[in-house]
């Protein structure tokens, strides 16, 4: 029922920083994720232009995938191949050689990393480094093993982390949570606009009646 597993230092919605970028018209952030080589095969995102990262990708890769709002922003044409520095200039040089400088390997299409309430902002995704420990495991699991996967997923836990406590959430339900605010404001309008129409009817009704006496 399992289809693939995925590691990454955050939940897969929430940046672990940014790269800030001095493009021509001012500074840029771009929200920073670092994750594995499986990460957009397992959250299911699509490369439009360039690859994915290499399985075999080391901690030591320079290559980065950016998203369809960072090639915008920086007006890349041919972003596939260049290196940030190509194009932008550091906010805050720093004169040292071992400055983060990575190639584009690869561009993935838009997609909500974040509120569906903001735009799309550029993103960068870059392998994690060796030292950097996994915060959070995406698991892709067939619809059908939606019940069993939990418990396959436990058993295999305990044999590897039996001093640590198997804690698991689906996606949906961590978006759910995310935007539960405007599910419970939607509820208040719908409601309210319930008892806007019950009034209206009742005021139409009363002037029906109303109308009825006078003939």
Not at 108 to 123: G, R, T, W
Request: hydrophobic residues 40%; charged residues 25%; contains cysteine.
């Amino acid at each position: 029922g399992l289809t693939g597993v995925s590691g990454r230092l955050n939940d897969g919605w929430q940046s672990t920083g940014a790269i800030p970028l001095q493009a021509t018209d001012g500074q840029v952030r771009s929200a920073l994720f670092r994750v594995d080589a499986g990460f957009v095969r397992i959250m299911g995102l699509r490369i439009i232009q360039g690859r994915d990262f290499l399985p075999t990708a080391g901690a030591d890769s320079d290559e980065v995938l950016v998203n369809e709002a960072f090639v915008r922003r920086f007006g890349l044409r041919d972003p596939v191949g260049r290196r940030f520095y190509d194009f932008a200039r550091d906010p805050h040089p720093v004169q040292r050689p071992d400055r983060f400088n990575p190639v584009i390997a690869g561009v993935v299409k838009d997609y909500h990393f974040a509120s569906l309430q903001n735009a799309i902002e550029p993103l960068v995704l870059c392998l994690k480094r060796t030292e950097e420990r996994i915060g959070f495991i995406a698991v892709r699991i067939r619809p059908e093993a939606r019940t069993a996967a939990p418990r396959l997923l436990q058993k295999i836990w305990k044999k590897i982390q039996p001093d640590k406590p198997f804690d698991w959430q689906y996606l949906e339900d961590v978006l759910s949570v995310s935007y539960s605010g405007e599910q419970n404001w939607g509820r208040i309008f719908a409601a309210s606009s319930f008892f806007a129409v019950f009034i209206a009817c009742l005021g139409l009704l009363g002037l029906t009646s109303y109308v009825t006496e006078q003939r």
